[in-house]
């Protein structure tokens, strides 16, 4: 069924004039799948948004990840109200920055203490600048298409080879700042021992995503964290896991525990703030004290550890706490994933689905994905076409073949056969 969108474009077109490309942030663009203007929603209730001409979709996008107990949970809208009456920021410690801190802590072994940001990008960007007072050195490693958030170290592509430095992939990012990152493909170890052989004396911290939610879903192969670790504990160096979309995404807790492998520090962010504004990072005490004011490593924040992100993210990890939702969100991805393939299989469309816990994506290919290039070197236009059938059976996935679809706990079984049938609908017209 084809949907009205008369409406949205028509906010579409008035927000071109006014905010650059007509978004907030790049990725909301439906650029990357044929163009046209984003829907325009209006309110979300659940696992379901509802646009500005009236439409319904079953949504998977979560914001990118944040929504994990849905766009309006009762508990998490509870807090934030009872936030905003109290007083939305002080400027001072409160005892819910204490409380959440705790919750944190004792929920991921690796962290004795936090600090808590605005965004991912904000804790990310911290731990590094963490890692090199710690450390007294400059260079960072990165794997190749994962994500770590816009500040310009982490904007930047792999050189000509594994042991040469980066080239900047935006601009405005220093060629100087280039060349302080080095790149190499995720789930390679080889690759991996051969630039810290090369430059590892020199290496503060190397950047990990443990699963990659940056380029689909993509888990580590067996052996592949263990052996980062090991390399870079050899050179001195720290590992930072980048936890923003897999931290209580699969389990009550980080992808590490549920790994068994583990960082010297980890950036958290997105889910962690039930909707709000959020990021923190944190570590052991010893690592964690280089921070100011007990150490040199500056780091602030007017809007730091604000009440409402603080109340709002204490909610919901009070919400992650009831038994059996993991398992459902995973039981419901699942399904998908199944559906997705048996569509593939019936009209003969080459496909490969991710999933990990209650997140996947689909690839339209014919190969593993296990790193970015596999990613690359998938189907982008059929993702399109695929992105926008969805989208008029009532369905909201994210508008790039590099992003992932997220259960949350408020979708039902019900959702998820409504999901089965479109997919089926949407795979006959590709
Ligand atoms: N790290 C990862 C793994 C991310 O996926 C993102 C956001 N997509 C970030 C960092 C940056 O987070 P934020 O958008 O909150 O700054």
Redesign the pocket.
Known sequence: MKLDHSKSNQVGAEAEKVIVGGVN?P?RSYKAVGGGYPVTMEYGDGAYLYDVDGNRYIDYLAA???IITGFNHPHVVKAVKSAAETGVLFGTPTKHEVKFAKMLTDAIPSMDKVRFT???????MTTVRVARAYTNRELIVKFSG?????FDL?LVEAGSGPSTLGTNSSGGVTVGTAREVITVPYNDVESYRAVMEKWGDQVAAVLV?PI???FGMVAPKPGFLEAVNEITHQHGALVIY?????NFRFHYGAAQDLLGVIPDLT?F??SIGGGL???AYGGPVEIMDTVAPLGPAYQAGTMAGNPLSMQAGIACLEVLQEPGIYERMADFAEQLRDALEAAGKKYSIPTVVNQIGGSLQVYFTDHEVKDYNDAVDTDAERYGKFFKAMLDEGINLAPSKYEAMYITIMHTQEDIDETKKAIDTAFSKL
């Open positions: 942030s990725s990118y990840g944040p605005n965004s991912g990008t904000e804790a990310v994962q994500y770590h958030g816009h982490v995503e990659v939610g940056n980048d936890e923003v979309i897999t950036a962010g997105k504004p959020i990021g």
